[in-house]
């Protein structure tokens, strides 16, 4: 065989070697990615020269579906939003139409939704962590931290009676009062995901490959993450402290006492270490809760324009009949009118622009997808690395299909 | 949010600003389409206000309003300042293809929004670099998020492989089985007073299909007259 400089020096067009990109297609179900999501790089050798990345492959008209049903109706399509968390969501979308009712739940009700809402966050952020740490090949801290889901969705069964999609959230309430061993249940694995978290960073945090892999890859800068309206652990890791429970409480977050973390680069490793600490701060603000949460007093608002009358009293008196038929059939009319209703939730901001036209069919559900700016920055975040890192990097966004596609 | 960004922008802006609305704590100031872009850079640029993180670009369809000679569209826009914490609601009419500058260039954030809304609605934006589909595929027709479109129409099938027989496939016709909407728009812009609701089927005159509006208020008196005339 002839040696190559031989061969350029006889045939000059030959062996040209190429100099534009590659382009190549990524997804839309690509194994190692957590939603069907396609990306198209164009690559210099592994070198990430530009990314097009193209959502909608879950897109199940949520928000067309909505304006077809009543407001109470919406609530099994919102937990199927974010369904690591499908609470906040829930809670979320209550919060809105109380908002435009300008009614408030009693306050038991709000430290149920808390506590609830917050095992939920700790769900969502042990699912992505744990997700993105086995995509690196550590696959026991994901068995470790979907344990911990599997305790808090044992408690999330036995209160709602669902373990993924509750649908327990009401317009002005919770569908049904704690059970009598709520507090006891959730205060008994409190210490236990206290535990794990620590095992969990011990099995990680001094893992040479997961330290390279993360460390310095994806990164964020602060002004960049905030035009792109990106919000939650992404933006915390970028150093700015925005967190709605925080900057505009609502429920009754502004009776506790937390934290918020933050990262400084905004790179992989600061959006996990993020997740991780917002986990104990989520089991601060649990405690708390379960210290001053009534163990007596109702759920749900006393008004029976917006809840349900109860069972015994419908099949007993004409006129719990007739207001179950009217809230049923026409659903609850909230005023004309528009608001704008924003949770923190699993990603960031979670919003409801919610319009009214003073009927019982909601004239349009805007929901503000978190997942869906997180995942605009993405682009950013990809361009310049190598291929590799779009694993770790796409999973330390935490895109769930179902909120971002909707 | 807070009431001061509304006076803030009255007061600097003037006649710029020509609604402005408070409602269950949520400020909203209506600005005309051609100042759209202005608006947006003062409300980023001006100290006071610093509205640095952007939260959200969508729309609200009424088509009832283009039948008064009105613009169809709610443009909204909602941002948000980091230090300060305050909030804005932005909004303006648009027309039925008419098209909004762009604020891609003032916010990085409204690209994928402004796609959406295109996507959805058919609002075009001007001057940004690329208005494509984002969740609905190139062949899509028509606008999903308008009123006028059914939510049980069936898109025509994508061809890309050869298969016999695909017409038997599912997604059956919309005239098969229940209706899918409480209420039927077709109906409704065509002045029509039907309900439609997925448990008791179609009903006439049952619920006030326009519920305050002119059109309905009208149609109560013709009935009344009616009755009046009968007896």
Known sequence: MEPADEILEEEDEALEIPADPMRLNMGPSHPAMHGTIRMVLDLDGETVMNVDVQPGYLHRGFEKSCE?????????????????????????????????????????????????????????????????????????????????????????????????????????????????????????????????VGEAESLLLGNRIFLDRTQGVGKLPKERALALGVTGPVLRSTGVAY?????????????????????????????????????????????????????????SVDDPRIMLPEKREVYTTIEATIAHFKLVMEGLKPPKGAVYSFTEGGNGELGFYIVSDGSGTPYRVRVRPPCWFNLQATREMLMGDMIADIIPTFGSINMIGGECDR | MSKKVITRLQKELGDVILETASFRGDEEVVVA??????????????????????????????????????????????????????????????????????????????????????????????????????LLYEEFEGFPLRKDYPIDRVQPLVEYRDVDDTLKLPPFGIEEGQPFARIDWEARLAGRDEQVSPAIGLQVGQRRALSDSEVAEAQAEELAAARAGES
């Open chain 1, 68 to 196: 077809r049903g009543t407001w109470a109706q919406v609530f099994p399509y919102a937990d199927r939003l974010n369904y690591v968390s499908p609470m906040l969501n829930n809670v979320g979308f209550a919060l809105a139409v109380e908002k435009l009712l300008d009614v408030k739940v009693p306050d038991r009700a709000q430290y149920y939704r808390v506590i609830l809402g917050e095992l939920s966050r700790i769900c969502d952020h042990f699912t992505c962590n744990g997700a993105s740490a086995m995509e690196l090949g550590a696959f026991t801290p994901f068995l470790w931290l979907l344990k911990v889901r599997d305790w808090i969705w044992d408690i999330l069964e036995k209160e709602t009676g669902a373990r993924m999609t509750h649908s327990f959230g009401r317009i002005g309430g919770m569908a049904a009062p704690p059970t009598e061993g709520f507090k006891d249940d959730v205060r008994a694995i409190i210490p236990e995901i206290r535990k794990v």
């Open chain 1, 243 to 299: 967190d709605v429970r925080k900057d505009h409480p609502y429920l009754v977050y502004d009776r506790f006492d937390f934290d918020i973390p933050v990262g400084t680069d905004g790179d992989n490793w600061d959006r996990f270490m993020v997740r991780m600490e917002e986990v104990r701060q989520s089991m601060r603000i649990i405690e708390q809760a379960l210290e001053q949460m009534p163990d007596e007093g109702p759920v």
């Open chain 2, 33 to 134: 389409p051609k100042h759209w872009v202005s608006v947006a850079t003062f409300l980023r640029d001006d100290p006071e206000l610093s509205m640095d993180h952007f939260t959200d670009l969508t729309a609200v369809d009424w088509p009832e309003r283009e039948m008064q000679g009105e613009p169809r569209f709610d443009v909204l826009l909602l941002v948000r300042s980091l230090d300060k914490k305050h909030r804005i609601r932005v909004k303006t009419y648009v027309k039925d293809g008419e098209k909004l500058p762009t604020l891609t260039t003032v916010w990085p954030g409204a690209n994928w929004a402004e796609r959406e809304v295109w996507d959805m609605f058919g609002i075009a934006f001007e001057g940004h670099k690329d208005l494509r589909r984002i």
